[in-house]
């Protein structure tokens, strides 16, 4: 996910008058950077990781961190990871030698829906960031380390292409047929 910037992201709030929506406006470059993910969808368990640069070493790095945060006892690893070019470098290749349990699987172009790790972004993104302003690239990565953390506590298995709504049931109402005896 990235790049992330510190600054002000915008939040929801409640206007009791009618008035025009403002928003404090945020000139700074206070730093940036991207954060790594890592994600298990029948858990819903999830690993993240911020860096300053996304580069070759610093997914490697990140790759030997989901290693070890994945047990021992799993037996095969997909890694679903898009096309960039980072994600198919050498380094990469030696890592996934090194390591015969991962298997990467390229998302076709286009096709970022086919990555379940797309829709937790955005989950990420409104328990870490929306309503916050950010003075350092510092902040940002404790926003994300407990936002993560808090999800972990929290977690559910996700499923793809289903939506969480809370629906209560139906009432019989005038429609309903009449109960004969």
């Known amino acids: 996910m990235g790049p992330e910037s510190a600054k002000s992201y915008r939040g929801q709030q ?16 206070r730093g940036k950077g991207y954060v790594f993910g890592a994600f298990r969808p029948a858990s819903g368990e999830a690993f993240t990781d911020t860096y300053l640069r996304r580069t070759t070493v610093n997914w490697v790095d990140f790759l030997g961190r989901v290693e070890a945060w994945i047990p021992a006892d799993v037996e095969r690893v997909y890694a679903i990871v898009d096309n960039l070019s980072t994600h198919r470098a050498t380094d ?74 809370h629906r209560s049931r139906r009432q019989p109402c005038i429609a309903s047929l009449p109960k004969v005896a």
């Open 14 to 29: 409640v206007v009791k008058t009618p008035q025009r929506a403002t928003q404090e406006i945020d000139y700074g470059r």
């Open 92 to 165: 990469v290749l030696l890592f996934s030698l090194a390591h015969p349990r991962w298997e990467f699987v390229f998302q076709p172009k286009y096709a970022a829906y086919l990555n379940l790790i797309e829709p937790w972004w955005k989950v990420l993104r409104s328990l870490a960031l929306k309503g916050r302003r950010f003075e350092t690239w510092d902040e940002v990565c404790t926003a994300v380390q407990s936002a993560t953390t808090y999800w972990n506590a929290h977690r559910h298995p996700f499923v793809w292409g289903q939506r969480r709504r």
